[in-house]
């Protein structure tokens, strides 16, 4: 096998391509250094010319994907605008997709036991897609009075747990559970079970 990652000028990247791809294979613990090597087509050595040791290249594997998720998140709340409500759904429903699109990044950002505080840059990504969220719960909680608003730290929380749960139960094939109906359904009425609770949606009839 030809050394790509020399050749393309780019060996750090062949690196994590190689790390998400065994990450979605094996999973974050499954897999060791000389495999992503061998993969990317270079030495094990080489990879400590990048990389401090398999945590830092899951964890960039995992700055790489909150900034596509964060990226994710902003098209899907920009998609729903000027509705608040409507951009608060849409940013549920593009977790989903994104972990359906990208399993290797949503492995190494969520399963992996990295912290988003490894680096500043993993940080600051993490907060950045976090922040889009927070906004969308924001927008959507002005209607409430002040006294009975609650945080959008806490609403968007709740939704990203939510979300999370519909993630890991039932649209990640974890043996043993089968949805009992579309993973999107889940979602969409666990959202609008919350939002009725807090007011921002008429009750069903």
């Known amino acids: ?63 790489q994907g909150y900034g596509i998720f964060a990226d994710v998140m902003q098209f899907a709340y920009d998609k729903g605008q000027p509705s608040a409500l409507a951009a608060f759904e849409s940013t549920g429903r593009a977790y989903l997709a994104f972990a359906r699109r990208y399993p290797g990044h949503y492995i190494a950002m969520f399963e992996s036991g990295i912290s988003v505080n490894h680096s500043p840059d993993l940080a600051a990504i993490s907060a950045k897609a976090r922040g889009v969220l927070e906004k969308a719960a924001s927008d959507l909680s002005q209607h409430i009075p ?49 939002l009725r609770g807090l007011g921002l949606l008429p009750p069903d009839n």
């Open 1 to 63: 096998m030809g050394k790509r990652g020399y050749h393309h000028g780019n060996l750090r990247q062949a690196l994590v391509d190689a790390a998400l791809r065994l990450i979605e294979e094996k999973g974050p613990t499954g897999f060791t250094l000389s495999e992503a090597a061998k993969l990317a087509g270079v030495t094990p050595a080489a990879v400590y010319r990048h990389f401090a040791g398999r945590e830092d290249l899951i964890a960039e594997a995992a700055r």
């Open 146 to 194: 002040p006294e009975k608003r609650p945080p959008p730290q806490m609403v968007s929380s709740h939704i990203w747990a939510l979300s999370h749960g519909v993630v890991e139960l039932f649209a990640r094939n974890s043996p043993g559970t089968r949805a009992p109906f579309p993973p999107e359904d889940l979602l969409e009425s666990g959202i609008g079970i919350y």
